[in-house]
């Protein structure tokens, strides 16, 4: 595994060393973490199903749970999925950015059943981040990229996170230092009457809305036994530590999550404190909550109590990833995933 610093303002990224090592990687069928806006993704050949198959053995993701093809433009994305009026709308309006749209998958497309979990969908993104766009540009093909983490476990926003999860199981990772948005990309899906938000992310739900004129659907059938998708599972982005929500106050010799200024009491109780925006910021939130999280964990505290976080904006997005990040596992050091 190599790992090389890359600046994405470089005027010359694609010729520089790591760029090119890793756009060989990929046509080799080969595993490239790389940076996007919201968080690092773990890239391989979408068409190519050794390669995809690479990414489910080095993550331990269950192969039901479909990757997200990410592309350099949407022309490309067109080739790959079946864009109706309200799709073209949203990739124009969002396109490139922290949006992710499933929408019929375009049959006899090069993406193989492996990326997709034989679904007749396809989650296709393009990233507003040179990197990983030109790393499709270059390959000329599209990257399917889940977040490069072990599954189950905390995304990453750095690529020493990256290496501290994967290491040896990628054959480049490319650092371009924190990601600026610090969630996973709004997922939308796009299959039938409603506009169904499947997952909030990196773009606020009511932006979304605003641009469609009436509000976002539910996922369909949305119930515990049945999710959405995999990673809509309940136990998810979890720490080893036991997370509390919604915590005012403290019992000594726990860890503390805040938001905002920290609470006399609980500066002097806590083993271990972070706040994820001391002005009460949820963009900064946001692009702090996965790195604050892995560094509580980290202190080794048996449990993390996390300050209430508003719910509007990006704070939906925050919410949901604390709420997995909370709920009860399948037992001792098992994940739902
Ligand atoms: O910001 C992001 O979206 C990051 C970066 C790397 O782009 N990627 C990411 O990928 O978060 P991942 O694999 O961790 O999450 C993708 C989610 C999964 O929950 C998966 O179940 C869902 O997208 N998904 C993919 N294809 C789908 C489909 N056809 N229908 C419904 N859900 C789908
Ligand atoms: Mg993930």
Known sequence: MTV??????DPNLSASTGFREAVAAILDGGLVAAP????????????????????YTAKGRPRFNPLISHVSDAAAAREYGLFDERANFLADAFWPGPLTLVVPRRPGSAVCDLATAGLDSIALRVPDSPIMQRLSREAGRPLAAPSANRSGGISPTTAEAVNEDLGERVDVILDAGPTRIGVESTIVALIDDEAR???????????IEKVLGRPLAGPP???AAKPAGP??????????????????DIAPGK??????PIPDQIARDAVAVRT???KSNLEEAAANLFSDLRALDATGAASIAVAPVPKTG???????RLSRAAAERMGPGVRSE
């Open 197 to 207: 938000l499947l997952r909030p992310g990196g773009l606020a739900r009511e932006d």
């Open 36 to 55: 996007t806006e919201t968080v690092y993704g773990l890239a391989a050949d979408a068409t190519n199903p050794q390669a995809c198959t690479g990414i």
């Open 276 to 278: 994820l925006s001391e």
């Open 314 to 320: 990006l704070g939906e997005a925050i919410n949901d």
């Open 4 to 9: 090389r610093r890359i600046n994405p303002q």
């Open 221 to 223: 059938g949305d119930s």
């Open 255 to 260: 860890a503390y999550l805040g938001f905002g």
């Open 231 to 248: 990673g809509m599972l309940k136990s998810h982005y979890a720490p080893r530590a036991i997370v509390r929500l919604e915590a005012l």
